[in-house]
Structure formats: C-alpha cells, structure tokens
C-alpha cells in the first residue's frame, strides 16, 4: 500500500500533529471570547429611546427625599429638597455631618455652596466644591439626569432597561447604578429608589415625593 493513500499516516505521530490541534483549540477559544451578548430587542430599543427623549425634556422638576452616602468608613445621611428648573438648580440637604443645613445652587456656570453658620463658597466645578464642603465628591451634574432614570449625554459603559425602557442597570462616567423600584403613579415613571457606587464610595436615594 502506498504509504501516501494510508488514512492512518498522519496519526502515527501525534507529536507532529499536536501544532494543529492546538491552533484549532486556540481558534476554538478565540471566537468564543469573541460572542457577543444578546442586545435589546427592537421593541425594548425603541421603547427606551422613546423614554430617554420623554426624560430630556423634563426640564422642571422637585423631588423630596432621603440620601444615604458612604465613603470607606465614614457615613451620613439627610433629607433633601431638588428643585431644578432647566440649567437652575437648588438643592437643600438637611442634616449631612451634623452640619443642619446645606443649601447647594448652581446655574450650569457655576454653583454656590452655603453652610448653616452662613459661611459661603463658589466655584465653576459642584462636584470639587461638594468634596471640599462634606467630604464627599458627588456627581451633581450627572445625577440631574440619573435621578429622573435617564442616562446623561456621553458614552455608556453598559445599559440595562425593562420592557417598558425604564432603567434596571447603567455603568457611566465609572458610576454603576441600579434602579429598584419606580413610582406607580408619577407620568412618566420617575425612580423612587437609587444605588449608586463607585469604587468605595456608595450612595442611597429614596425619592419620596415628585412633582413635576
């Protein structure tokens, strides 16, 4: 028989072999790494970018209601009052680190910080001026749109949403979100609860009143 037609041949040496089986496992395991995850049908597309544009143009808004804020060790808790009026925002904080009082507003410009002993501060950045104050740095312009269940304009880490396109899960600006309940009655749905976290800092919203 000639050696060259023997189906056997080239199995005699599986040494010589073992480079090709190992490209096809490499192969193999490179395209499994490389499946992609199921998106969003076109319904739930089309349901949640219907929703982002109805939350963009909630523009006037209050919610009232309790904020929890871990940083490492340390802690606080207060009420709060957001009241936002396009770029205009006042938010009232009663009660974060024993201080009574915090009154933050700012303009899209800028933002002005006044404490309970009627000490006063400005500066272009809320969030540097809120770590200064309190000691914790607080995504204020992101969460104008996080608060209302809408992902802020830039690029998105991850997304998850219902069938109805509300918010379960967002990942941006190196902020993880979870949304574990909405209010039943505000039009559109608004969240009532909100976790936030990133990195060893965590931050609880309970939204006890809309009014839109």
């Known amino acids: 028989m000639r050696s060259d037609l023997n ?4 199995f005699r040496n599986p040494a010589r072999r073992a480079p090709v089986w190992i490209a096809l496992l490499a192969s193999t395991a490179w395209l499994a790494g490389c499946a992609v ?7 739930q597309a089309s349901a949640r970018a219907e929703r982002q544009q109805e939350l963009t143009r909630l523009t006037r808004w209050q919610a009232v209601g309790r904020i929890g804020v871990i940083n490492g060790q340390d802690g606080w808790h207060a009420n709060f009052q957001w009241t936002q009026h396009e770029r205009d925002y006042r938010i009232d904080l009663i009660g ?3 201080q009574g009082r915090v009154l933050i507003q700012g303009d899209g410009q800028q933002v002005t910080i006044q404490t309970q002993d009627g000490q006063s501060q400005t500066a272009p950045d809320p969030d540097s001026l809120l770590e200064r104050t309190l000691g914790v740095r607080l995504p204020v312009e992101g969460l104008r749109y996080w608060i209302r269940g809408a992902s ?7 997304l998850q949403t219902d069938a109805s396109g509300r918010l379960l899960r ?3 600006k190196g902020w993880i979100l979870e949304y ?3 209010s ?6 608004l ?5 936030a976290r990133r990195q060893d800092l965590s931050v609880k919203l309970v939204i006890d009143q809309w009014t839109l």
């Open 191 to 195: 969240p009532t609860r909100i976790v």
């Open 180 to 182: 574990p309940a909405y």
């Open 184 to 189: 039943p009655s505000a039009s559109p749905a």
């Open 96 to 98: 974060p680190l024993g």
């Open 7 to 10: 189906p056997y041949r080239s």
């Open 170 to 172: 967002l990942e941006q």
């Open 37 to 43: 995850a199921p998106g969003p049908s076109p319904e």
């Open 152 to 158: 802020e304009p830039g690029p998105i880490a991850a």
